[in-house]
């Protein structure tokens, strides 16, 4: 596609079900990340995947977080028995950046704001 | 792990001036220095970035500088315009190279 893809755009969730968020990279992009971002807050990192190589897992908040690639393309995002201070704009973006020393530019999706309510 | 400070939180310019932002950063081992620009709603977009081996880079009316001594690095933007009102991030990498650690943002407004 044109851009980076991510679905819902918007997630309204009871506090204590699991939800699962979508995100198709660009095409060809090997690097695949995960943010979230907090009301006024920047962005904090939660994941990274870079091709077949294990994905850097030390942002996930806690164990209720977690995030899988099939494929080396798209990604989807699953939290667990979800939390009001949950609720932010998660954010993914993707990159061509090859390698361990990724320093190309990351094209973010427009987001996911989940509420948990 | 790396901690980035930016500063200022808000900036307040008049159409045709020019605005600075400043972020400092803790990582002696970073190596690549972005710029993002966020509008409201949208994703963050890069506008510019600098890799170690340089110490100033221009892109028109925005450039960024560096210094690698003091670990800080500035977003520079001239003749401002309306259309530059949103919310600026620095990005410095990680040491391990795996993410780009965001800065709290500055929310620059101009105003014509």
């Known amino acids: 596609g044109a851009g980076v893809s991510q679905s819902p755009s918007n997630k309204v969730t009871e506090k204590g079900k699991d939800v699962e968020l979508r995100c198709d990279p660009i095409s060809g992009h090997t690097a695949l990340y995960w943010y979230r971002q907090s009301l006024g807050q920047g962005l904090e990192f939660l994941i990274y995947?870079?091709?077949?190589?294990?994905?850097?897992k030390s942002g996930l908040p806690s164990d209720r977080f977690s995030a899988e690639r099939t494929g080396g393309s798209v990604s989807t995002l699953t939290i667990q028995r979800t939390q009001q201070e949950d609720s932010a704009v998660y954010l993914c973006?993707?990159?061509?950046?090859?390698?361990?020393?990724?320093?190309?530019?990351?094209?973010f999706g427009q987001g996911t704001r989940l509420t948990v309510v | 792990g790396e901690n980035v400070e930016q500063h200022p939180s808000t900036l307040s310019v008049q159409e045709g001036d020019s605005a600075v932002i400043k972020c400092t950063y803790s990582d002696s081992a970073s190596n690549y220095f972005p710029w993002y620009k966020q509008e409201l709603g949208k994703g963050p977009q890069l506008i510019i970035d600098?890799?170690?081996?340089?110490g100033e880079k221009k892109d028109q009316r925005i450039a960024v500088t560096l210094n690698k001594t003091a670990k800080h690095f500035s977003l520079h933007i001239t003749e401002t315009q309306p259309e530059d009102s949103a919310v600026y991030f620095c990005?410095?990498?990680?040491?391990?190279?795996?993410?780009?650690?965001f800065g709290k943002g500055t929310t620059l407004s101009v105003s014509s």
């Open positions: 973006a993707s990159s061509a950046g090859q390698g361990r020393f990724l320093d190309t530019e990351a094209f």
């Open positions: 600098i890799r170690s081996n340089v």
């Open positions: 995947f870079q091709g077949n190589s294990a994905p850097d």
């Open positions: 990005a410095p990498i990680n040491q391990a190279g795996t993410a780009l650690i």
